[in-house]
């Protein structure tokens, strides 16, 4: 009898998984790097952090730490989008009924500041005599810009000559004849609106929620055209491009309408037939008659060049010179022209088509876009449910791009990306601003026009299927809203944790002592992504379990056991 040879050893393949399984078994199983993402996203930690070093500056020892990246779609980043729609929320509700000014006076001017100005006077007026005299000012232009600085490093704001530097480009300010004309009344110097007294002498402070809408362009079920080639793809294309400048007008008709300086927060978001429209949360009150008719009487007038006639299309493209003869010198950011491939010709420049559009007395604007007849207006009141609705209306598709479906499970998908499909391809070669490479298209030269510029191509996000022609701002905040910018509201919230947690803000105590360098991607030193996920994870877990602690203790109850839940260990 012969013995039986030894099995040989089990060998685990590097990557840890076990041959000895069938492959269709191995493919079942999640790779580990996805299920640590995964963990990083429920536990509310960037899955894209950008790693920086650094230095102090006392004792020379360097460190590594994760910065988040900000992202404020949740397809690039879900932690990072959700934490920067929180902020909205805490920013849209600090703001919305304030019962006092939210305005900083600026401080007196110091002893330095003056005598900075005074000098700044001295060599302007020397500057200006040698210009009389024929001589060569640069000396003394450079002198000017280097007192600038110093006037900003001293502590002021802005532009001590103030205004433009270039005139502003105008035209009329008639109002159209088919637009309704809107009441004046004259206006006081508050941001905060009206107050009603009870019969029981309680205070209450209305506000405002309004949704404005576009018009329609066709008729529409579920989102999704009944009649794709009766719908106005082209008319939704340019409201789209230009709706943030409509919301503008509204802000300045709305001011001139109510008499005061009216704050609010708005934001955009789109709807089922992907079209953007508004959410507004409007600090005071007014009649709903009045705001429906200021939505009326709002319209914006896109003065620009003529799109009706294609002159260049296909291989028939204007052609790039960097040595075209002209009678004026180059636009500034210009440094050759366009002409026509077949004659030669000079294509007229930006400014030159403006010109030409501003001396026609029988010009029409290219589009004029108006809202739509779907006005709501809704009072609220502060901490009533209402007013919790409604700022959650406000954040509620912040994550989401404007051409992402609204249901993912919704029937007509297959319906909706065909009509995003085709609203895309009628942005394609629209203009969406003076520097757009399709003004090339309709024989115009782009505003700073470069080599290699080519219609259809234009790389700006307005042209983009997640954008859908809407190129502004997802969130419109007035400035005098809670008189803090987005990076302090951040701030205060860091410092509260930072306070609960018992941990000094190093930032404040001295803020020159490090110093940041973000680490290259080929560094050899660079920490592996999925070792940064793991920290990062174990550290929100253990900050997370002080919180816990804290909050037992203040509210007098029992400390909590987390010791089984791993990563929440209690601290002593």
């Known amino acids: 009898m012969t013995d039986t040879p030894p099995a040989p050893p089990s060998i ?74 929180q902020l909205r929320r805490a920013q849209c509700r600090e703001g919305w009924h304030l019962d006092h000014e939210p305005i900083a006076e600026p401080n007196p001017s110091t002893e330095d500041q003056r005598w900075l100005i005074e000098f700044r006077a001295d060599v302007q007026a020397k500057r200006d005599e040698a210009e009389r005299d024929g001589e060569d000012t640069l000396d003394w232009d450079e002198a000017i810009a280097g007192i600038d600085a110093e006037i900003n490093a001293a502590g002021m704001r802005g532009n001590v000559l103030g205004g433009r530097s270039t005139p502003k480009r105008s035209r009329s300010t008639r109002r159209r004849q088919d637009a309704p004309d809107l009441p004046k009344q004259a206006k006081q110097d508050t941001t905060l609106g009206r107050t009603f007294i009870a019969s029981d002498g309680k205070v209450y402070r209305p506000s405002l929620f309004v949704t404005l809408t576009l018009p329609s362009y066709g008729r529409v079920r579920n989102g999704v055209p009944v009649n794709p080639s009766a719908y106005d793809y082209a008319a939704a294309a340019r409201d789209a491009l230009h709706f943030s400048k409509l919301v503008d007008r509204f802000v300045q008709n709305l001011r001139r309408v109510a008499g005061y300086d009216v704050q609010y927060f708005a934001s955009v978001e789109p709807q089922k037939r992907l079209a953007p429209h508004l959410h507004m949360a409007i600090r005071g009150t007014m009649p709903r008659a009045e705001v429906k008719a200021i939505a009326a009487a709002t319209y914006h007038q896109v003065w620009w060049p003529s799109v009706d006639e294609v002159r260049f299309d296909g291989d028939h493209l204007p052609v790039w010179s960097e040595r075209a003869e002209r009678a004026e010198p180059y636009p500034d950011g210009q440094a050759g022209d366009y002409l026509d491939p077949a004659t030669g010709e000079l294509l007229p420049t930006w400014d030159e088509a403006l010109d030409q559009l501003g001396t026609d007395e029988a010009a029409e604007p290219l589009h004029v876009v108006r809202f739509g007849t779907q006005v709501d207006v809704q009072g609220v009141l502060a901490g009533s449910p209402d007013a919790d609705q409604c700022i959650g209306y406000l954040s509620k598709y912040l994550t989401k791009s404007l051409g992402d479906p609204l249901d993912p499970e919704d029937p007509d998908n297959h319906a909706r990306r065909d009509h995003a499909t085709r609203m895309v391809e009628a942005l394609r070669y629209e203009p969406c601003s003076p520097t757009c490479p399709n003004w090339l298209r309709y024989g115009v030269q782009p505003k700073g026009a470069k080599a290699a510029m080519l219609p259809g191509r234009c790389k700006g996000k307005a042209h983009k299927a997640e954008h859908l022609g809407y190129a502004g701002r997802r969130v419109l905040v007035s400035r005098k809203w809670s008189n803090k910018t987005l990076r302090e509201h951040k701030q205060d919230r860091r410092a509260w944790v930072l306070d609960m947690l018992g941990l000094p803000d190093e930032t404040v105590t001295d803020p020159h002592r490090y110093v940041w360098r973000p680490v290259s991607s080929k560094d050899p030193n660079r920490t592996p992504l999925a070792k940064r996920l793991l920290r990062e994870v174990a550290n929100r877990q253990r900050t997370r379990a002080r919180l816990i602690e804290l909050q037992a203790r203040a509210d007098g109850l029992p400390v909590p056991d987390l010791s089984a839940t791993p990563g929440l260990e209690v601290a002593a």
Do not use: W
């Not at 492959?23 to 790779?31: A, E, G, H, N, Q």
């Not at 996805?34 to 070093?53: M, S, T, Y």
């Not at 004792?59 to 934490?83: L, V």
């Open 12 to 85: 685990t393949p590097p990557d840890g998984s076990d041959r000895t399984l069938p492959r269709l078994v191995r493919d079942t199983l999640p790779f580990a790097l996805d299920v640590a993402i995964e963990v990083a996203k429920n536990n509310g930690v960037c899955i894209r952090p950008i790693e920086l070093r650094r230095l102090d500056t006392h004792t020379g020892t360097s460190e590594s730490f994760n910065i988040p990246c900000g992202a404020t779609q949740e397809a690039k980043c879900p932690p990072c989008a959700n934490r920067n729609r």
